[in-house]
Antibody, heavy 118, light 109 residues
Framework: QVQLVQSGAEVKKPGASVKVSCKAS????????MHWVRQAPGQGLEWMGQ????????SYAQKFQGRVTMTRDTSTSTVYMELSSLRSEDTAVYYC???????????WGQGALVTVSS | SSELTQDPAVSVALGQTVRITCQGD??????AGWYQQKPGQAPVLVIY???NRPSGIPDRFSGSSSGNTASLTITGARAEDEADYYC????????????FGTGTKVTVL
């Protein structure tokens, strides 16, 4: 069965960077894109970007351009999302989610809480 | 970039029907997906491609789209359908970008 298992919660200081991982299993990793979506406390879902798990090409939401980097490791079927220059507004749960034929996100990780606090 | 607008909250009596709408220019060109999210849980895809249900999603969930508006209908709402619902689609720029709706809180009375 398809599973996306994310790394654990992180606490970071303002200005630092965080790198969240998402390990995929149960399907052919390189055949799908992977997305990252975040959700601030009490707020809605916010799309951050996606990565082609085959070639590694990326597309980022304009809001995160220059601050986010998405990468993948095909040898371990893992994708990574690194967000730099963290500020308090980046406190959120970060989800990875698999792309379904470019129309929707069909499987989601359990989420990783990132708290930015001095 | 695109925006997808949803009503913040709707309520439905147990066993009745509720429709949730999502409006945005990108829906004229791209399919809508719908997600159910319960407190403390990751979202779950309930509709993709405007009107298709993933395996395991009850048939009381249905979707449609016309013009710039996509809709999710729950027919015969159950207590466990109480949740937040989000739509999403590709961004109207077409550059492999996506956007989520603002979300609708569904309360089952």
């Amino acid at each position: 069965q398809v599973q996306l298992v994310q790394s654990g919660a992180e606490v970071k200081k303002p200005g630092a960077s965080v790198k969240v991982s998402c390990k995929a299993s149960g399907y052919t990793f390189s055949s799908y894109y992977m997305h990252w979506v975040r959700q601030a406390p009490g707020q809605g879902l916010e799309w951050m970007g996606q990565i082609n798990c085959s070639g590694g090409s990326t597309s980022y939401a304009q809001k995160f351009q220059g601050r986010v980097t998405m990468t993948r490791d095909t040898s371990t079927s893992t994708v990574y999302m690194e967000l730099s220059s963290l500020r308090s507004e980046d406190t959120a749960v970060y989800y990875c989610a698999r792309d379904w034929i470019g129309e929707a996100l069909d499987y989601w990780g359990q989420g990783a809480l990132v708290t930015v606090s001095s | 970039s695109s925006e997808l607008t949803q009503d913040p909250a709707v309520s439905v009596a147990l066993g009745q029907t509720v429709r949730i709408t999502c409006q945005g220019d990108s829906l004229r060109s791209y399919y809508a997906g719908w997600y159910q999210q319960k407190p403390g849980q990751a979202p779950v895809l309930v509709i993709y491609g405007n009107n298709n249900r993933p395996s395991g999603i009850p048939d009381r969930f249905s979707g449609s789209s016309s013009g710039n508006t996509a809709s999710l209908t729950i027919t015969g709402a159950r207590a466990e359908d109480e949740a937040d619902y989000y739509c999403n689609s590709r961004d109207s720029s077409g550059n492999h970008l996506y956007v989520f709706g603002t979300g609708t809180k569904v309360t089952v009375l």
